[in-house]
């Protein structure tokens, strides 16, 4: 018997992704894109019948926050509980953080720079990799998500790029060279049923 359903979103566009600079722990705002993106992802759940969740989490940026608040306002949840954890964050990167990409690849070569973005376990200098990333993420899921979704609770989830790909590695088994390959549309919703042991029954993509 299935029990909870799962929504997995990427924050909209940001400040940051649209001068293509590295964001990692900053902040930056929403673009007005992000919040069109955010609110098509959340027009896509209504549309499926995704307006029954009990509660939801975020990480501590607002980017994520804020994509998370719009979809709730238009599912029109608003009242349900917020979790805002910074163990939910993106990955750090250190001291790429605030570079430019293309600057980047510039000054440190293609293939070194795509390493620290897309290799499972090298981290950019002073930053986390994508299995640091994991091991601060998944104790919290554990801890914190999984059991409600084995109580047959529905659990909105709005984050970021790397710490939702650490979440989907968990739920379907990948291997870290399958992870990084995985890319996330910004904005858009990704809806798991699970059974009750928590394994994945059915995975929907609302683009
Ligand atoms: O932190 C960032 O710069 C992005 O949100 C994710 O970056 P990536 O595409 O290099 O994983």
Redesign the pocket.
Known sequence: MPTGTLVLTRHGQSE??KLN????WKDPALTDLGKQEALKGAQELKKAGYTNFDVAFTSALSRAQNTLAIILKEIGQEDISVTRDQALN??D?GELTGLN?DDARKKFGEDQVHIW?RSYDVPPPGGESLELTAKRVLPYWEANIRPLLLEGKNVLIAA???SLRAMIMQLENLTGEQIVATELATGVPIVYKLDDAGKVLEKKILE
Do not use: I
Not at 21 to 24: D, E, M, N, S
């Open positions: 940051w992704n600079l590295f964001t990692g993106e990955r990167y990409k973005r970021h790029g790397n």
